[in-house]
């Protein structure tokens, strides 16, 4: 978990700095935004069943549910083109992650996961953000424009959450 955490960090950084330049391609938004929700909801998954902190358990749900809406209206949009594909699984990244999550157990998961949150979330809010400013295809614009303000509360709740000893 450590050797990830810092390539996530850094990953980050460089998505932030790229996707605030130029205008994201549709099928790259598409990419990014279903394989962070599919992570958003396997990892919120992970925490409602490894947890004992009620403060991770209620933002688990919480993510679990509004992310998963997002994702089937992003699904729905995607399902009438046949010019996009939707990917099937996270991407190895995610992956690896939510290999190593699903390995750690109390406060060691607690940490983990939170630091994960953290900056999934702030990723998730970048990608978003960028393409609602940015974005070139007009229904995706709108879902990003729509989605926005879920995902800044999201990634306010992830920065609040309490850092576990």
Request: charge should be positive; glycine fraction near 4%.
């Amino acid at each position: 978990m450590k050797r990830l955490l810092p390539i996530m960090t850094a990953t980050l950084l460089w998505s932030l700095g790229a996707t605030a330049q130029t205008a994201m391609p549709p099928q790259d938004f598409v990419h990014k935004a279903a394989v962070s929700t599919m992570f958003a909801v396997e990892s919120a998954t992970l925490a409602l069943h490894k947890t004992a902190s009620p403060e991770i358990k209620s933002f688990a749900h919480r993510l679990a549910n509004d992310r998963g809406t997002t994702g089937s209206s992003l699904r729905q949009i995607i399902a009438k083109r046949s010019d996009i594909a939707l990917p099937e699984r996270p991407d190895g990244r995610q992956l690896d992650l939510l290999r190593d999550l699903a390995a750690l157990q109390g406060p060691a998961f607690d940490r983990a996961y939170v630091q994960a949150q953290r900056a999934a979330q702030e990723e998730s809010l970048a990608v978003i953000a960028a393409y609602a400013e940015t974005g070139t295809d007009a229904e995706l614009k709108a879902f990003a424009e729509k989605t926005l303000p879920i995902l800044q509360k999201l990634d306010a709740e992830a920065k609040a959450l309490p850092k576990p000893q």
